[in-house]
């Protein structure tokens, strides 16, 4: 007899039976199934047995299994379906073992490319993993550590995956804005949101032991994460960069590494591939990062402010991310002023000669540090900061001259270039004379207007002294251009005489030439003869 039972309940009934038969019992129970897509001929029968062995409910009952009931439902083999009670459902002490197995149950993976494949399964984990968050969140219990060592497993099996190519790498060129492009989306976001939800959850709950949780958070894993800031979907990039600030926050041990695991990342940018996705996400992360620095600052902070921060002003891309790195590039100036000179002179070494756009965002970034900077470190740039800046004034893109202009806004500025005056004004002098003079702009005409005025109220004698010199400079150039005319014009004159004398030979010759064979007609044709 219990042969005959066996049998009939392996015997292979049709897919629309078995799947009516599994959505059947999952309304009933009230608890979460998962199909295990390997097979789905067992359903019904296998269920209807475990229940009734339980004692569980009958044909027409509504109740939730029981463990036993699930244990039953699990004969070892691959091809069963799972009906797992809710965490509420269940004794305290049998919440470790029911975690575990949920957890293995979202490590199922699916095929996000067709929409309507395995719907009902791909729902299925989705409240699974919405159960997990609420449990961890909810700090119901202490996870042991097997719980942790498996819940590590099923993130790493849904989020470290290949990511696919970039849209650059699709399309074959290399010209394309990257804000102009369309941000990519993760055809299976829906279950790596929560998938990220949790492990972000686990990582700040006070009930995680950081002794463990470092067992499995380790270097390999934190590369791994580090890895995936390349995806193109920015809500995963969003994400990582929350977890990976808590990681760094949370585990100390982990620090440096992080920090030269970063460092890495940028000179691959900055000198091989000048594409990557979540630059501007590890900026910020830096950015808290470098707010919480001790002082005296260590040489190694001050060696990635010059060997990866600065540099990254050189990526045509800069645009992306450069809201994020100005923001470090201040916290460092703000840290340690003595920093100003190094940033400053680091922004001219890379500062563009033919993207306007970029120099609006050098210029901008300049008022920002200048901010910060004292009158000490001021004085050691003056030469080389305003002779760049006496260029901006110049440029024939008015965005250029204009955001130049604007510095002399900012009253700090205004008063570091008052207390140095008279290094400042000779050299732009000569720029803003040019500006009022013959600049096409109106905007840019009447912002040169300003600035020369407000010179000449800080300090007239300078100013006169300035337009003086400039004058006589204006006289020199004017004598110069007119001894050039005049050297020209000799030459002219010379090379004229000396064609008109090339002529009359070539006169004279055609005429001796034309003489010669008049008389040497006879004598050709004699030879002939």
Not at 470 to 475: F, N, R, V
Request: charged share 25%; proline share 4%.
């Amino acid at each position: 007899m219990l042969n005959k039972f066996i049998k009939r309940g392996h015997r292979k009934v049709p897919k629309s039976d078995a799947n009516e038969a599994a959505y059947a019992g999952h309304r009933n129970s009230g608890s979460n199934v998962t199909v295990n897509h390997a097979s789905r001929t067992t359903v019904a029968s296998s269920v209807a047995n475990a229940q009734q062995q339980a004692g569980g409910v009958g044909a027409g009952g509504g109740g939730a299994p029981t463990p036993a009931a699930i244990a039953a439902a699990i004969p070892g083999s691959s091809g069963v379906v799972e009906f797992l009670p809710y965490f509420k459902d269940v004794p305290s002490s049998d919440r470790q073992t029911l975690f575990i197995r949920k957890l293995k149950i979202c490590c199922l993976q699916f095929d996000f490319s067709d929409t309507l494949k395995m719907i009902r399964e791909k729902e299925t984990k989705r409240q699974t993993l919405i159960e997990l968050v609420e449990f961890i969140q909810s700090g119901s219990g202490k996870i042991n550590e097997a719980c942790q060592e498996e819940l590590i497993k099923m993130v790493s099996v849904n989020i470290f995956r290949c990511l696919p190519p970039a849209s650059h790498e699709n399309t074959g060129s290399e010209n394309i804005d990257p804000e102009e492009e369309e941000p990519y989306l993760e055809p299976s976001w829906t279950h790596l949101q929560l998938v990220y939800e949790l492990l972000l959850r686990y990582i700040v709950s006070s009930d995680t032991d950081t002794k463990i949780a470092k067992r499995y958070i380790d270097h390999s894993f934190v590369l791994k994460i580090l890895d995936l800031f390349e995806s193109e979907d920015p809500r995963e990039r969003e994400y990582l960069k929350t977890i990976l600030h808590r990681i760094y926050g949370k585990f100390m041990v982990h620090r440096p590494f992080i920090r030269k695991a970063i460092n890495n990342i940028f000179y691959r940018f900055i000198f091989e591939t000048e594409r990557h996705s979540g630059i501007s996400e590890l900026l910020e992360i830096l950015g808290s990062i470098i707010n919480g620095f001790a002082l005296p600052m260590k040489e190694e902070h001050k060696l990635f402010l010059v060997r990866a921060l600065i540099p990254l002003h050189k990526p045509k891309s800069i645009s992306m991310y450069h809201q994020q790195l100005t923001y470090c590039i201040t916290q460092f100036v703000e840290k340690d002023y003595k920093l100003a000179d190094t940033v400053i002179r680091g922004l001219l070494k890379y500062w563009p000669l033919t993207n306007c756009q970029k120099e609006v965002l050098f210029l901008g970034e300049l008022e920002e540090v200048l901010e910060a900077t004292q009158s000490s470190e001021f004085q050691r740039c003056t030469g080389p900061l305003f002779r760049q800046i006496g260029r901006c004034l110049n440029s024939s893109h008015f965005q250029v001259a204009e955001r130049a202009l604007f510095l002399w806004n900012n009253d700090h500025i205004v008063g570091l270039i008052a207390q140095n005056r008279r290094a400042v004004l000779p050299i732009i002098f000569e720029a803003l004379e040019r500006n009022i003079q013959g600049h096409w702009n109106q905007a840019v005409h009447g912002l040169s207007g300003n600035v020369r005025k407000m010179f000449l109220e800080m300090d007239s004698e300078l100013f006169e002294e300035c337009q003086r010199q400039y004058q006589e400079k204006e006289d020199q150039a004017e004598g110069l251009e007119e001894q050039r005319e005049l050297t020209w014009r000799r030459l002219e004159e010379m090379a004229g005489i000396e064609v008109e004398e090339l002529e009359v030979d070539e006169d004279v010759d055609d005429g001796v030439n034309d003489d010669e064979s008049d008389g040497d007609g006879d004598g050709d044709v004699d030879m002939v003869n």
